[in-house]
């Protein structure tokens, strides 16, 4: 029987195993339910919001620091 197995095995080509390995472990994900999925979508819009707030300011200081420096 353990001849059998391999003998499968081997037959079985690249594409093969990796489809039936990703679905192997994508059975073992702990899938978020909708609120969680609904909760974490918004804290990453507000992080990107806020970033991108921070990096428009520091981007305005330093356009007004070149500015100040090169006395244009």
Same mark, same amino acid.
């Given at each position: 029987? *353990?001849? !059998? #197995?391999? !003998?499968? &095995?081997? $037959?079985?080509? *690249? %594409?093969? &195993? +990796?489809? &039936?390995?990703?679905?192997? #472990? /994508? &059975? !073992?994900? $702990?899938?978020?339910?909708?609120? #969680? *999925?609904?909760?974490?979508?918004? /804290? %990453?819009? @507000? %992080?990107?919001?806020?970033?991108? =707030?921070? /990096? *428009?300011?520091?981007? +305005?200081? $330093?356009?007004? =620091?070149?500015? @100040?420096? /090169?006395?244009?």
């Amino acid at each position: 029987m *353990a001849e !059998k #197995e391999k !003998k499968v &095995r081997k $037959s079985e080509n *690249a %594409v093969q &195993r +990796y489809f &039936r390995e990703t679905t192997g #472990e /994508l &059975r !073992k994900v $702990s899938w978020p339910t909708w609120p #969680e *999925a609904r909760h974490l979508t918004q /804290l %990453v819009l @507000l %992080v990107m919001v806020i970033v991108g =707030l921070f /990096l *428009a300011t520091i981007d +305005y200081l $330093s356009g007004l =620091l070149i500015n @100040l420096v /090169l006395g244009i």
